[in-house]
Antibody, heavy 119, light 108 residues
Framework: EVQLAESGGGLVQPGGSLRLSCEAS????????MHWVRQVSGKGLVWVSH????????NYMDSVKGRFTISRDNAKNTLYLQMDSLRAEDTAIYYC????????????WGQGALVTVSS | SYVLTQPPSVSVAPGKTATITCAGN??????VHWYQQKAGQAPVLVIY???NRPSGIPERFSGSNSGNTATLTISRVEAGDEADYSC???????????FGGGTKLTVL
């Protein structure tokens, strides 16, 4: 059974840092692209970042470029999102999602990790 | 960047057909996917590649895409279909994912 489990969310002050993890199981993690998607409470889904299967290709939404870093450890079946210089507007639930490789849709999602940026 | 526009809400009576649209410039030339998200839960893929259903998704769910509008159609709507539905494409020019704002489906 495919499972994705996020961890590392929490409360952080503006300007602070947080690292999210997404532990994958039930599939060959190393051959799939992975993504982070976020959702502000009561609002729609917003794509944040992607990483290719070997980690060589990454990209970010414009508002997090230079502040967030996506990475992966295929030996540990784990995806990461390092978030620095956090702002109040980064407050959201962050989901990790598996890419099917068919036109980049997301067939499995984690349950999400809540990140709250507040003083 | 590419923009997808959805109506904020759609209401339908049980047993009727719900139609949820997703508008974008020449969206017919892109590949559209749809997600269902029930309250407090993670999204679930219900339509991929414009009109294909993943295993486990009822045949009542269908999709189409042409011109400037993609459409998710839910036939014989049930109370359990009440959820937020979001369309999504991959903007290959920027290598970024794009979601519509989501549509809340209410079953009357």
């Amino acid at each position: 059974e495919v499972q994705l489990a996020e961890s590392g969310g929490g409360l952080v002050q503006p300007g602070g840092s947080l690292r999210l993890s997404c532990e994958a199981s039930g599939f060959t993690f190393s051959i799939y692209w992975m993504h982070w998607v976020r959702q502000v409470s009561g609002k729609g889904l917003v794509w944040v970042s992607h990483i290719s299967s070997d980690g060589s290709d990454t990209n970010y939404m414009d508002s997090v470029k230079g502040r967030f870093t996506i990475s992966r450890d295929n030996a540990k079946n784990t995806l990461y999102l390092q978030m620095d210089s956090l702002r109040a507007e980064d407050t959201a639930i962050y989901y990790c999602a598996r890419d099917t490789a068919m036109a980049h849709n997301f067939d499995f999602w984690g349950q999400g990790a809540l990140v709250t940026v507040s003083s | 960047s590419y923009v997808l526009t959805q109506p904020p809400s759609v209401s339908v009576a049980p047993g009727k057909t719900a139609t949820i649209t997703c508008a974008g410039n020449k969206i017919g030339s892109k590949i559209v996917h749809w997600y269902q998200q029930k309250a407090g839960q993670a999204p679930v893929l219900v339509i991929y590649y414009d009109s294909n259903r993943p295993s486990g998704i009822p045949e009542r769910f269908s999709g189409s895409n042409s011109g400037n509008t993609a459409t998710l159609t839910i036939s014989r709507v049930e109370a359990g279909d009440e959820a937020d539905y979001s369309c999504q494409v991959w903007d290959s020019s920027n290598a970024q994912g794009v979601f519509g704002g989501g549509t809340k489906l209410t079953v009357l």
